[in-house]
Each structure stands twice: as structure tokens, then as C-alpha cells.
């Protein structure tokens, strides 16, 4: 954990070709640092590398710094074949470059502390991490007390808790589940161990898994459908078979002497022979669907191999444990809103507007909820009361560039440009780098007839991210 954000020091060089983008990549180092070059269609961009994700145990990927802004580079080595490949997530876009925003969300679980800028995406104070790693106070929780008075009882201890507050130390990190809504007021970065997780976020999981390939960060999901979890009475948990504070070297070893302290008694003599591998037979290392060519063990514990089976996809959505009882309806909408974007779900959409238009008086002053409301009924191409919704969204977070975007196309689609020209510009005022408000702006500047204007907001931009001009 300790290597999981790291500087560019020490990573391959190579090149790799994206053949769906006709995309060239080149990763070097000079006098400066590690650089990474993408070159498409006789145009290149250039950006030096910030910091590097992940600890390598399968695969680097890597984020760039422009001005006080995080972003994503579009590629990641991986360890497992030695290969540069494209990122998760970039695999058919037409046009990958250095503009995918990094909120603290996504690096969160990579590294210590992030210190992002209060209201905004992407943006970072100019210590983007006060600790790169992951540190003790993420599973410890504070360790001002334990530094003053240094005795058992200072500070959490994960295996003294139970449950839920025992389980969420490893579920902040080690369950994406399908969508993370936050509570009202709340980050992801508000959780403190020896709470439950809900007391910050609920996430939610698809009510019936595939036996296809699985989710790299899915492991408390796939234990819990384990017979071995199921009847151990809740004390089984991730510290049974896991100690964070040890790298296993053997790890076939490892692993069988935590299978026999269960099992020992129950399993023939030949079964548990010395050398045997439980790991191997017993929890399967399948492909992933969100981790590019990465393949990652399956806790789901299984008394055979199994075969895999894609089988059907599954749309619907339970919390993999239930928010305090008002925000139940709240953070299911949200949930369902979100999810149903991404898999285009018109019934998902319709549900998802059912529950939060419901509750909808009663969250008036909650961005997240009007904001989701608005997004559905301009999807469903109801321009006015999307707008309606988006004023009141930019109303309760007026400093939140993406909230003004979403206004501007809105009032677009009602014919208010010169409104939505307003919005687009107070947007890019509050962040400059926000490529949907550039895109938007810079193609209503040329139906004005505005072409210098419009050039120049692209030049800005491009120069920004890297592109040679």
C-alpha cells in the first residue's frame, strides 16, 4: 500500500500503438523527468508524468500535472506481460489524450492524503498529496492521540472492531461495487476508520453477479458470496487470510496455513500435504472487465474450479448495506441515475426519476439530488424543466464549473445562447481546462461568426494539455 502513488522515478520506456485511434505513444525519460508523447493524424502531445498509480504488482498507470489540475494519461505498462497497453476505459475512444479529470475518488484508495482544492474537479493544492503513499492513518485512523500517548487503546485497531465498522476499513478501498453515493455534505475522503462506511457513502452492487470475468476491486463482494464467509458468523473477514503489514514471499505457503487453521481438522492428509496450493485450486485468477490486461484473484471462494460463464447482464442495483432509513430512497435514486447513464437504461432512467422526483422537496437544498434530476429530464428531452432544475443546482453550488456547463446546454437547447454563452465563460473562469465547456464555447463562438475567438480558446486549451502548435 505504502507503493501504491508514487514519483516517476525507475519506469519503463517504450512505445505502443493504439489501433483503434491510430494513436501512437512513446514513453521516455530526459534531464527533466519521465515524458509521455501521443502522436494521431500529424499532431502530438507531450506531457511530462506527475505521479505514477498503482504498486506494479500488475500494472503502472500515470497521471500528469497541468497548472493545479490532475488528469489521466491514456496508457498504463503492465507488469503481468510487460507491455504497454491503452488505460481501462479508453479502449474505443476515438481521440485518448491527457484530459481525463482525476477527482479525489479516483485516487483516494492510491494515496495517503489527497489534497484537493475545496468546489472544483480536478484541482489540487500545489502539494497535490501531503502523503503519496497509502499511510497508517487510512486503515488507523487519527494518530494525533497515539503520537501523544503511544499505548493499546489510542488508536483503531481493525481486528478489536466487528462488522460493519470492522469491514469498512477494507471496503473504503476494496469494494467499488457497481456505483459510491455519498451521503448530503459528504466526500469519500470523510471516512474515518472505526466508523461504518455508511456513515459516509453507500455503494451499491449488482443484485446477481456473473460468473464472467470480475471487477478488479471486488474482493469483500466475492468473499462475502463464499460458503467459507457464510458460515464463519461474521468472523471471517480480509485480516483472517491478509496481514497489510506483511509482503508475503511464499505465498502458496502463506495461504495454506491460513486455509488449515480452519480447515486442517476436516481435510484428508493428503489434501492438506505440505505444498499443496489451496489458492490456486480453490480461488480461481480470472480476467478482469474493468482492468485492462490484467488478471486478478477471484475471492469467491469455490469448492471446484468453476467454468466461467458470461451469462446475462444484470441491471439492477441493491446497497451492499442499507444508508440510515431517510436517505434510503435518496441514495438508491442516485445510484440508479448514475448507473443507468453509463448502461443507457431507459427503465433504470424511469425508476431513478420515480424515487428522486419523490423526494425531491424534501432534498431541495442537495446539489447532488436536483442536479441528477435535471440531467434525467434532459435526457428525456425536457428541456424547460431541466432548466429549471440546473439553475437551482448552479444556485447551491454557484463555484462548481461542471453545474454551469450543464446549465449552458440546457439553455441551448432553448434557444438562450447568449445565457449560455454567459455560463460557458463564468465556467471557464472557474476552470480553464474544463474540455466540455471549451468544446461547447468554442463551437458557439464560430456559429456567431466568432472564429478569432474560438481559435483562441482551442490554442489555450491545446497548449495547455500538451499539444504542439
Same mark, same amino acid.
Given at each position: 500500500?505504502?507503493?501504491?502513488?508514487?514519483?516517476?522515478?525507475?519506469?519503463?520506456?517504450?512505445?505502443?500503438?493504439?489501433?483503434?485511434?491510430?494513436?501512437?505513444?512513446?514513453?521516455?525519460?530526459?534531464?527533466?523527468?519521465?515524458?509521455?508523447?501521443?502522436?494521431?493524424?500529424?499532431?502530438?502531445?507531450?506531457?511530462?508524468?506527475?505521479?505514477?498509480?498503482?504498486?506494479?504488482?500488475?500494472?503502472?498507470?500515470?497521471?500528469?500535472?497541468?497548472?493545479?489540475?490532475?488528469?489521466?494519461?491514456?496508457?498504463?505498462?503492465?507488469?503481468?506481460?510487460?507491455?504497454?497497453?491503452?488505460?481501462?476505459?479508453?479502449?474505443?475512444?476515438?481521440?485518448?489524450?491527457?484530459?481525463?479529470?482525476?477527482?479525489?475518488?479516483? %485516487?483516494?484508495?492510491?494515496?495517503?492524503?489527497?489534497?484537493?482544492?475545496?468546489?472544483?474537479? /480536478?484541482?489540487?493544492?500545489?502539494?497535490?498529496?501531503?502523503?503519496?503513499?497509502?499511510?497508517?492513518?487510512?486503515?488507523?485512523?487519527?494518530?494525533?492521540?497515539?503520537?501523544?500517548?503511544?499505548?493499546?487503546?489510542?488508536? %483503531?485497531?481493525?481486528?478489536?472492531?466487528?462488522?460493519?465498522?470492522?469491514?469498512?476499513?477494507?471496503?473504503?478501498?476494496?469494494?467499488?461495487?457497481?456505483?459510491?453515493?455519498?451521503?448530503?455534505?459528504?466526500?469519500?475522503?470523510?471516512?474515518?476508520?472505526?466508523?461504518?462506511?455508511?456513515?459516509?457513502?453507500?455503494?451499491? %452492487?449488482?443484485?446477481?453477479?456473473?460468473?464472467?470475468?470480475?471487477?478488479?476491486?471486488?474482493?469483500?463482494?466475492?468473499?462475502?458470496?463464499?460458503?467459507?464467509?457464510?458460515?464463519?458468523?461474521?468472523?471471517?473477514?480480509?485480516?483472517?487470510?491478509? /496481514?497489510?503489514?506483511?509482503?508475503?514471499?511464499?505465498?502458496?505457503?502463506?495461504?495454506?496455513?491460513?486455509?488449515?487453521?480452519?480447515?486442517?481438522?476436516?481435510? /484428508?492428509?493428503?489434501?492438506?500435504?505440505?505444498?499443496?496450493?489451496?489458492?490456486?485450486?480453490?480461488?480461481?485468477?480470472?480476467?478482469?472487465?474493468?482492468?485492462?490486461?490484467?488478471?486478478?484473484?477471484?475471492?469467491?471462494?469455490?469448492?471446484?474450479?468453476?467454468?466461467?460463464?458470461?451469462?446475462?447482464?444484470?441491471?439492477?442495483?441493491?446497497?451492499?448495506?442499507?444508508?440510515?432509513?431517510?436517505?434510503?430512497?435518496?441514495?438508491?435514486?442516485?445510484?440508479?441515475?448514475?448507473?443507468?447513464?453509463?448502461?443507457?437504461?431507459?427503465?433504470?432512467?424511469?425508476?431513478?426519476?420515480?424515487?428522486?422526483?419523490?423526494?425531491?422537496?424534501?432534498?431541495?437544498?442537495?446539489?447532488?439530488?436536483?442536479?441528477?434530476?435535471?440531467?434525467?429530464?434532459?435526457?428525456?428531452?425536457?428541456?424547460?424543466?431541466?432548466?429549471?432544475?440546473?439553475?437551482?443546482?448552479?444556485?447551491?453550488?454557484?463555484?462548481?464549473?461542471?453545474?454551469?456547463?450543464?446549465?449552458?446546454?440546457?439553455?441551448?437547447?432553448?434557444?438562450?445562447?447568449?445565457?449560455?454563452?454567459?455560463?460557458?465563460?463564468?465556467?471557464?473562469?472557474?476552470?480553464?481546462?474544463?474540455?466540455?465547456? %471549451?468544446?461547447?464555447?468554442?463551437?458557439?463562438?464560430?456559429?456567431?461568426?466568432?472564429?478569432?475567438?474560438?481559435?483562441?480558446?482551442?490554442?489555450?486549451?491545446?497548449?495547455?494539455?500538451?499539444?504542439?502548435?
Amino acid at each position: 500500500m505504502a507503493r501504491a502513488l508514487s514519483l516517476p522515478a525507475g519506469q519503463p520506456r517504450g512505445t505502443f500503438e493504439h489501433a483503434y485511434s491510430h494513436t501512437s505513444f512513446t514513453t521516455y525519460a530526459d534531464s527533466a523527468g519521465l515524458r509521455q508523447v501521443l502522436t494521431r493524424n500529424g499532431e502530438v502531445a507531450e506531457q511530462p508524468i506527475a505521479y505514477v498509480i498503482g504498486s506494479g504488482s500488475h500494472a503502472f498507470g500515470y497521471l500528469v500535472r497541468v497548472g493545479d489540475h490532475l488528469f489521466q494519461s491514456p496508457i498504463c505498462y503492465y507488469t503481468q506481460s510487460r507491455s504497454w497497453g491503452i488505460a481501462p476505459g479508453y479502449e474505443m475512444d476515438p481521440h485518448p489524450d491527457f484530459s481525463r479529470p482525476v477527482p479525489v475518488a479516483c %485516487v483516494l484508495c492510491h494515496a495517503g492524503r489527497p489534497e484537493a482544492l475545496d468546489s472544483t474537479l /480536478n484541482r489540487y493544492r500545489d502539494r497535490a498529496f501531503s502523503a503519496e503513499g497509502i499511510s497508517c492513518e487510512r486503515c488507523h485512523g487519527p494518530a494525533d492521540e497515539h503520537l501523544r500517548r503511544p499505548v493499546p487503546g489510542s488508536i %483503531v485497531n481493525p481486528a478489536k472492531l466487528t462488522g460493519a465498522r470492522r469491514d469498512s476499513v477494507c471496503e473504503q478501498c476494496h469494494l467499488a461495487g457497481e456505483v459510491r453515493i455519498a451521503n448530503p455534505g459528504k466526500s469519500p475522503a470523510d471516512y474515518v476508520p472505526g466508523e461504518s462506511l455508511e456513515d459516509t457513502l453507500t455503494i451499491y %452492487v449488482r443484485t446477481r453477479l456473473s460468473g464472467g470475468p470480475i471487477k478488479v476491486v471486488s474482493h469483500a463482494e466475492q468473499l462475502a458470496l463464499s460458503a467459507c464467509a457464510r458460515k464463519s458468523g461474521g468472523k471471517l473477514w480480509c485480516g483472517t487470510c491478509h /496481514n497489510p503489514h506483511q509482503s508475503v514471499t511464499h505465498a502458496a505457503a502463506y495461504f495454506r496455513e491460513r486455509c488449515l487453521g480452519c480447515h486442517a481438522a476436516t481435510l /484428508n492428509k493428503a489434501h492438506a500435504a505440505e505444498g499443496r496450493d489451496c489458492v490456486a485450486c480453490h480461488m480461481q485468477r480470472k480476467p478482469t472487465s474493468d482492468g485492462g490486461h490484467t488478471i486478478f484473484t477471484d475471492h469467491r471462494i469455490v469448492r471446484r474450479p468453476e467454468a466461467s460463464d458470461a451469462g446475462d447482464p444484470v441491471f439492477d442495483l441493491k446497497p451492499w448495506r442499507e444508508p440510515q432509513a431517510d436517505l434510503r430512497e435518496r441514495n438508491l435514486g442516485l445510484a440508479l441515475a448514475d448507473f443507468a447513464t453509463q448502461k443507457k437504461s431507459a427503465a433504470q432512467m424511469v425508476e431513478a426519476f420515480r424515487l428522486l422526483y419523490r423526494i425531491e422537496k424534501k432534498f431541495s437544498s442537495d446539489p447532488a439530488v436536483v442536479s441528477a434530476l435535471a440531467s434525467l429530464l434532459f435526457i428525456a428531452e425536457d428541456t424547460q424543466e431541466a432548466e429549471k432544475r440546473y439553475r437551482q443546482a448552479v444556485a447551491l453550488r454557484p463555484d462548481f464549473a461542471p453545474y454551469q456547463v450543464n446549465l449552458a446546454a440546457a439553455l441551448l437547447k432553448d434557444g438562450k445562447n447568449q445565457e449560455a454563452r454567459e455560463c460557458l465563460e463564468k465556467a471557464l473562469q472557474l476552470d480553464p481546462l474544463l474540455q466540455s465547456g %471549451v468544446e461547447i464555447l468554442s463551437r458557439l463562438y464560430r456559429e456567431s461568426g466568432e472564429k478569432e475567438q474560438a481559435d483562441a480558446l482551442q490554442i489555450r486549451y491545446r497548449t495547455a494539455m500538451g499539444y504542439k502548435q
